[in-house]
């Protein structure tokens, strides 16, 4: 499995702070992604990206953005939090590149609350 | 829109019981589908992926079969154990404008009583 590591792990801010939260892998996957997971909602996709130049929005991208610094690091920030996303963010990697698969890699999570 | 859907919710049995987990989706033009399981506050693990051309796929005490005919798939959990308790989800790729969207059932929340 990739190793992805996400920084922080927990995080209580304020409303209208700006955050970001890191997200970093070390096993060479092309496209990485970012989740949050809300109770009873499941996970929903907020940004993936193929590769460093190759960023899309999922279904649920407003209010977020990301930054792709590098192939093995990709970045959630929220501009200005709101309590409503309030969640447990996750990271996930696939390789795609090399078995064709979107095979979901993910990481530990970031609990964030927004006071 | 693919919609993936998880019963039951929630399942409490007896240590050592044979158990199945259930997902189904709506749309059967899938590529695979995953096998997770989520611990309490942490990420998910995967457990099984199957491509769309295979029918069943093992892995320990852990069997995971594919109909997409039907649009189902189940999770077989041989000899239940206390450690199984966990969330378990399914996810679904679909192609999405060129790009495999995937979309996850909301769990089925398994505990094994000692």
């Known amino acids: 499995d990739a190793d992805v590591t996400q920084t922080p792990r927990n995080r209580i801010t304020k409303t209208g702070k700006r955050i970001m939260l890191e997200c970093s892998q070390t096993k060479g996957h092309d496209r990485m992604y970012w989740y949050r997971q809300d109770p009873g909602l499941g996970l929903r996709l907020i940004y993936y990206?193929?590769?460093?130049?190759?960023?899309n929005k999922g279904e649920i991208s407003d209010g977020y953005s990301v930054s792709r610094q590098a192939q093995a690091k990709f970045s959630l920030s929220l501009e200005s939090a709101i309590p409503n996303q309030t969640a447990l963010y996750f990271c996930?990697?696939?390789?795609?590149?090399?078995?064709?698969?979107?095979?979901?890699?993910f990481g530990p999570g970031t609990r964030l609350t927004v006071l | 829109k693919q919609e993936v859907t998880q019963i039951p919710a929630a399942l409490s049995v007896p240590e050592g019981e044979n158990l199945v987990l259930n997902c189904s989706f709506t749309?059967?033009?899938?590529?695979?589908l995953q096998w997770f399981r989520q611990d309490p506050g942490k990420g998910l693990t995967s457990l099984l992926l199957?491509?769309?051309?295979?029918r069943e796929q093992t892995s320990g005490r852990l069997n995971a079969s594919l109909d997409k005919s039907s649009g189902r798939s189940t999770l077989y959990i041989a000899a239940s154990q206390p450690g199984d308790s966990a969330t378990y989800l399914c996810?679904?790729?679909?192609?999405?404008?060129?790009?495999?969207?995937?979309?996850f059932g909301t769990g089925t929340k398994l505990q094994v009583i000692p």
């Open positions: 996810a679904v790729p679909e192609n999405s404008g060129g790009y495999q969207k995937v979309t």
């Open positions: 990206s193929f590769d460093v130049k190759d960023i």
């Open positions: 996930a990697t696939s390789d795609f590149i090399s078995t064709g698969s979107n095979e979901q890699f």
């Open positions: 749309d059967s033009a899938i590529y695979n």
């Open positions: 199957i491509q769309s051309s295979q």
